[in-house]
């Protein structure tokens, strides 16, 4: 009898075993139409309309909507684009205000902001945006994010319970492109440093976070929308290229830049490379709320003060519901404020009670809008659910 071995796949991937002509060969393959209905498929990007995306996703269709903006970011190119994501642009305006207010409150601390991938000064950043808009502006924050579409986006690649961070962009005039890159876990080390992972872990980091972005003004090309490479984020050895500079040069060659209207929005698997591009426009601020979504199994870059954030909005969660909101609304609000995953947590003072977990703190919230409390009942039960759990 003969036997053949399958060889196993590397455990390590190595930078110096980096080629372009592999990155090429994934790129290469393009995007079939047929294979996305709902989208229209532009210079090879899936773009969605969002009236249709939430007829479509009515009732039973959410589902193979979620599949198929599953398939887009997983196997297909890698970013999915929804235009009227936000269709009342009141609702954009009036978060873009407060973003403003609060760029011009950290420069008057004389606060420097840096940024990853862009040299510290040519753009106005705003960290832990999504903390600092709730407590300046909780109407403004639950009605930014009662948005359906983001609601539908994130749980379709990261399932329930996942975590939202923001940080606000603003590229100015003459505002420099970035270099290609990918995103956090792994994208925001080096190549040496994402090397000692082992090739899983980069199989794997890309499904813990999705990117986003949503534009708070017009951006047309000249105004340096992303850059992105289609399909990119199939290539293996993608976190260990970001010093090789013919990986750079095909980028520059192949890259898409889709223009933008505010109230768009555009969400994309971490592992694809991208760069925000070089604002050539002449009077443009290009500002752009970034959003990082996090699975419930993995950790955000940022920490967000989510008792902080919780308190702030539920005034503004009530007067919603008292105008009207539906529970869906109130829910995808309560998402983005509040900690969905109940763990970690000291089991001996939180033990679960009744069922595999003890309640969250979006559990806490939730019950605190449907059944009314007032500030004060809400705080002292958020107190005692966090001394629980030593924090």
């Given at each position: 009898m003969t036997s053949s071995v399958r060889p196993h796949a590397p455990v390590w991937l190595d930078p110096a075993d980096a080629r372009l002509d592999d990155l090429r060969t994934v790129v290469e393959q393009g995007t079939d139409p047929a294979a996305f209905p709902l989208a229209e498929v532009v210079s090879g990007v899936t773009v969605y309309d969002g009236e249709r995306l939430r007829r479509e996703a009515a009732g039973d269709g959410r589902r193979a909507v979620q599949a198929e903006l599953v398939r887009a970011l997983l196997d297909g190119p890698g970013i999915v684009v929804i235009t009227g994501a936000y269709p009342d642009r009141a609702v954009v305006d009036r978060a873009t205000d407060a973003f403003f207010v609060l760029i011009e409150q950290q420069k008057a601390t004389g606060a420097a902001v840096g940024d990853h991938f862009a040299a510290p000064g040519s753009n106005d950043r705003i960290w832990n945006a999504l903390e600092k808009l709730a407590v300046a502006d909780p109407d403004t924050f639950a009605t930014y994010y009662a948005n359906d579409l983001l609601a539908l986006v994130s749980e379709a690649w990261l399932g329930p319970a996942y975590q939202i961070t923001s940080q606000v962009n603003v590229v100015n005039p003459g505002g420099k492109a970035q270099s290609p890159h990918r995103d956090y876990h792994l994208g925001f080390m080096s190549p040496a440093g994402a090397a000692r992972y082992p090739a899983h872990q980069h199989a794997l980091t890309p499904a813990l976070t999705l990117q986003g972005a949503v534009a708070h003004c017009d951006m047309p090309v000249e105004t340096g929308p992303t850059l992105y490479l289609p399909h990119s984020q199939k290539y293996a050895?993608?976190?260990?290229?970001?010093?090789?500079?013919?990986?750079?040069?095909?980028?520059a060659e192949h890259h898409v830049q889709l223009p933008l209207g505010c109230g768009d929005a555009a969400f994309f698997n971490p592992a694809l490379l991208h760069g925000a591009g070089t604002n050539r426009s002449g009077d443009v601020r290009r500002i752009?709320?970034?959003?990082?979504?996090?699975?419930a199994f993995g950790r955000a870059m940022e920490y967000v003060d989510r008792g902080r954030v919780c308190r702030a909005v539920l005034p503004a969660l009530r007067r919603m519901r008292a105008a009207g909101a539906d529970?869906?609304?109130?829910?995808?609000?309560?998402?983005?404020?509040?900690?969905?995953?109940?763990?970690p947590t000291d089991l001996d003072r939180d033990p679960p009670v009744d069922g595999l977990a003890p309640p969250s703190q979006a559990d806490l919230l939730t019950e605190a809008v449907l059944l009314g409390h007032d500030d004060n009942t809400f705080a002292a039960a958020l107190a005692a659910h966090s001394a629980k759990r030593g924090f």
């Open positions: 050895h993608g976190y260990l290229v970001a010093e090789h500079e013919e990986f750079r040069a095909f980028f752009a709320n970034l959003l990082q979504v996090s699975s529970e869906a609304q109130l829910r995808q609000v309560i998402a983005a404020s509040a900690e969905g995953y109940a763990f």
